[in-house]
């Protein structure tokens, strides 16, 4: 009787404890530092011009982007001015590490192609900040 009671006590402790750890989930982005591939999403601009992103699930909806692959595939969410309300396209395009915080960007875009340099400021697994820089800042 004496093990049953133990026994008894034993399962309910367990229970309690799957009851109480299993109610949060984990955090499947955790702010360390991350990688750029995967989806990013226009949030915010700093002070300074930078431009800030947080990754999501995929490019959709009414704000910019970007989708970086495994292998230098890229597609790049913008808008268009052809009239109300504003076109959003998604272009085709790759990308390149020039070095931890430089890449080379070449989409598609209207009317012909972009080429520019993508400037990493911070990269955590949440939140990209960067600045383009174009030949004018070189």
């Known amino acids: 009787m004496i093990i049953r009671g133990y026994f008894a006590i034993a399962i309910g402790l367990t229970l309690l404890l799957a009851a109480c750890t299993s109610t949060s989930e984990p955090d499947p982005w955790p702010d360390q530092p991350g990688t750029l591939v ?43 001015w052809c009239g109300t309300p504003i076109t959003w396209f998604n272009h085709e395009g790759l990308w390149s590490r020039i070095d931890d915080q430089l890449l080379n960007i070449h989409h598609a875009n209207r009317g012909g192609s972009k080429e520019y340099q993508l400037e990493i ?13 174009t030949d004018d800042g070189f």
């Open 121 to 133: 400021i911070s990269l955590t697994t949440r939140r990209l900040t960067c600045r383009e820089r």
């Open 38 to 80: 995967g989806v990013w999403v226009f949030e915010d601009k700093t002070d300074d011009g930078a431009q800030v992103y947080m990754r999501a699930a995929t490019l959709t909806g009414d704000r910019s982007g970007y989708e970086f692959g495994e292998h230098g595939g890229l597609k790049v969410r913008t808008t268009g």
